[in-house]
């Protein structure tokens, strides 16, 4: 079943570049021969592949539409299609990639100093580093008015005190840290939006890991952890941007981020639609193929319908997505909003279709539903899109 023979989900859009009709087959083709046959193992232990992480890099696949310093230079939309084909394979490998490239990569790439840049940026891209991204805390989520997490200017340092979870990448192996972290943190008397970022490395003196979460609902093979700061001392010159600044890169991070999440969640949809559509061609009932049946047609027909609509409203706005300017809000929550609950919902009639075998692991759509219920709440849950989104939309006079 991991093959599709079927419709053509790979060239139905003809404008396509060169380059990104060549990632999305060079990253179909590595998924097949690389993350298929060894991926259900990693997912039921909880482990993620270390071992093809030097491929990702030697593929260009981190932080590939960053440009210069070890970036490939690639478009949105090539962005958006290796996650879409990662996604494909396992969500913990796309969840590594888009992590390390959006969210690690991309506030050095965009706010940081050139030394910073030097320094980090081509071991990122290479695999050599793992990136990982420092927000949410334990007793106050992703609010960063509620963020504990504190910074004080010592001379040539900055001393951090706090704990941030659910940090994907966060742990590589059970008591071994990621190497690179993007932290927020408060200055000492600052207010409560005036938030600063820090490269933290992991053998800096006060960084250690709290806990290796496991037993999860689902993208088990992607590292997820607690990283606790105590009296964690940082260079002056790992400070990215301005003091005070970092509310506004965190804004720009997770716009680039929700395009990556959304074609995560296309993967999703496409993938189960694949199965489905193949089972219900074979399997046979009352002595007709499954997809003779009305409720069978209803649950493929839309979930086909519903993949497309996402596809062309997540590449349409990844196209004209610009990664040089700040809001684009309304579009980057948009896309996530739709695509996430469509990926889950798409799972969820693929496990109906398949009865049995779907609440089964031999035909993977109950793991893909596993995976997609995170995408409605990492990365902004539905109700933060819905606020966002709300709020962007009051100040609209017309829609396009």
Same mark, same amino acid.
């Given at each position: #079943?991991? /093959?599709?023979?079927?419709?053509?989900?790979?060239?139905?859009?003809?404008?396509?570049?060169? *380059? *990104?009709?060549?990632?999305?087959?060079?990253?179909?083709? $590595?998924?097949?021969?690389?993350?298929?046959?060894?991926?259900?193992?990693?997912?039921?232990?909880?482990?993620?592949?270390? *071992?093809?992480?030097?491929?990702?890099?030697?593929?260009?696949?981190?932080?590939?539409?960053?440009?210069?310093?070890?970036?490939?230079?690639?478009? !949105? &939309?090539?962005?958006?299609?290796?996650?879409?084909?990662?996604?494909?394979?396992?969500?913990? &490998?796309?969840?590594?990639?888009?992590?390390?490239?959006?969210?690690? #990569?991309?506030?050095? $790439?965009?706010?940081?100093?050139?030394?910073?840049? !030097?320094?980090?940026?081509?071991?990122?891209?290479?695999?050599?580093?793992?990136?990982?991204?420092?927000?949410?805390?334990?007793?106050? =989520?992703?609010?960063?008015?509620? #963020?504990l997490t504190r910074a004080v200017d010592d001379g040539d340092s900055y001393v951090l005190n706090g704990a941030k979870m659910w940090i994907t990448n966060g742990a590589i192996?059970?008591?071994?840290?990621?190497?690179? @972290?993007?932290?927020?943190?408060?200055?000492?008397?600052?207010?409560?939006?005036?938030?600063?970022?820090?490269?933290?490395?992991?053998?800096?003196?006060?960084?250690?890991?709290?806990? /290796?979460?496991?037993?999860?609902?689902?993208?088990?093979?992607?590292?997820?952890?607690?990283?606790? @700061?105590?009296?964690?001392?940082?260079?002056?010159?790992?400070?990215?941007?301005?003091? =005070?600044?970092?509310?506004? %890169?965190?804004?720009?991070?997770?716009?680039?981020?929700?395009? =990556?999440?959304?074609?995560?969640?296309?993967?999703?949809?496409?993938?189960?639609?694949?199965? #489905? !559509?193949?089972?219900?061609? *074979?399997? /046979?009932?009352?002595?007709?193929?499954?997809?003779?049946?009305?409720?069978?047609?209803? %649950?493929?027909?839309?979930?086909?319908?519903?993949?497309?609509?996402?596809?062309?409203?997540?590449?349409?706005?990844?196209?004209?997505?610009?990664?040089?300017?700040?809001?684009?809000?309304?579009?980057?929550?948009?896309?996530?909003?739709?695509?996430?609950?469509?990926?889950?919902?798409?799972?969820?009639?693929?496990?109906?279709?398949?009865?049995?075998?779907?609440?089964?692991?031999?035909?993977?759509?109950?793991?893909? $539903?596993?995976?997609?219920?995170?995408?409605?709440?990492?990365?902004?849950?539905?109700?933060?899109?819905?606020?966002?989104?709300?709020?962007?939309?009051?100040?609209?006079?017309?829609?396009?």
């Amino acid at each position: #079943m991991e /093959k599709f023979s079927g419709l053509d989900f790979y060239n139905i859009d003809q404008h396509l570049s060169d *380059e *990104e009709r060549m990632v999305q087959d060079l990253c179909r083709s $590595w998924v097949e021969a690389r993350v298929l046959p060894i991926i259900e193992g990693h997912a039921r232990n909880g482990t993620f592949p270390m *071992e093809l992480v030097k491929e990702i890099g030697e593929m260009g696949l981190l932080g590939a539409n960053l440009e210069g310093y070890g970036c490939a230079g690639m478009s !949105n &939309i090539a962005y958006g299609l290796i996650c879409q084909e990662l996604e494909r394979g396992d969500s913990g &490998i796309r969840s590594f990639v888009s992590v390390q490239g959006s969210l690690a #990569m991309f506030p050095i $790439w965009k706010f940081g100093t050139e030394d910073q840049k !030097n320094k980090y940026l081509p071991k990122l891209a290479a695999g050599e580093f793992i990136g990982c991204f420092g927000l949410t805390e334990p007793d106050h =989520g992703s609010n960063p008015g509620g #963020m504990l997490t504190r910074a004080v200017d010592d001379g040539d340092s900055y001393v951090l005190n706090g704990a941030k979870m659910w940090i994907t990448n966060g742990a590589i192996a059970d008591g071994e840290l990621g190497d690179i @972290f993007l932290v927020y943190a408060r200055m000492e008397g600052a207010g409560r939006n005036e938030l600063s970022m820090f490269i933290v490395e992991k053998g800096f003196e006060g960084i250690s890991l709290g806990q /290796k979460i496991t037993d999860k609902l689902g993208m088990r093979a992607s590292t997820t952890a607690e990283v606790v @700061f105590e009296d964690c001392r940082v260079p002056a010159e790992n400070l990215v941007g301005e003091e =005070g600044s970092a509310l506004m %890169h965190m804004m720009r991070n997770l716009e680039v981020e929700r395009v =990556g999440l959304a074609a995560m969640s296309l993967g999703i949809a496409r993938r189960s639609v694949e199965i #489905m !559509n193949e089972y219900a061609k *074979e399997r /046979k009932s009352f002595g007709e193929p499954l997809n003779r049946f009305g409720q069978i047609q209803r %649950h493929i027909a839309e979930s086909y319908g519903e993949y497309m609509a996402g596809r062309f409203y997540t590449y349409g706005f990844a196209g004209r997505m610009s990664l040089e300017k700040p809001g684009q809000r309304l579009d980057s929550d948009g896309v996530k909003l739709y695509c996430s609950t469509m990926g889950k919902n798409v799972a969820d009639r693929a496990i109906q279709v398949l009865g049995g075998y779907g609440y089964c692991g031999e035909y993977r759509v109950e793991r893909l $539903w596993r995976d997609a219920k995170l995408l409605e709440i990492g990365g902004g849950t539905v109700e933060a899109h819905h606020k966002n989104m709300t709020r962007e939309l009051a100040r609209v006079d017309k829609l396009l």
